[in-house]
């Protein structure tokens, strides 16, 4: 289950014009230890169609997701789902807005330098060209 605003997120349509991915974090219950991360609802799939390829966006696995890091993904398997919180963010129209306000936060609380996180890298390429239609919307004035 992921959480967004307080509340259990389950969206009752998701559509890709809309929404393109979520800024999360992810605590360990019993540890304290937490994980931001960012993660897409689509990924782009392929399938033959009279003799060419054709490309389509499909769900992701977000639903089941617990982040890249390998030492969280371990813990995750040891000590089981049910000993992790996993909130939702950011809603993201983009790619981009993605990436940005995961760094955002990730720079915000210090998640390479402090020992509360699992995270062990951040890597971000935005340009302000791609987060021009959604600058509103990442500095709060958006809906």
Known sequence: MWLYEGKEFEPENLDPK????????????ITNKKYIGK????????????????????ESDWRDYYGSNAVLAEEVKVSGADTYTRTIL??????????????REQFERNVIVSDEYYNDWISVKVTRRHLAKVKDHINGQGS
């Open 90 to 103: 950011h809603l993201c129209r983009s790619k981009s807005e993605c990436a940005y306000l995961e760094a």
């Open 39 to 58: 993660k897409f609802f689509w990924s782009s799939k392929t399938r033959q169609v009279k003799g060419k390829k054709k490309r389509y966006k499909a």
């Open 18 to 29: 809309e929404l393109y991915g979520f800024v999360y974090l992810i605590e360990n219950n």
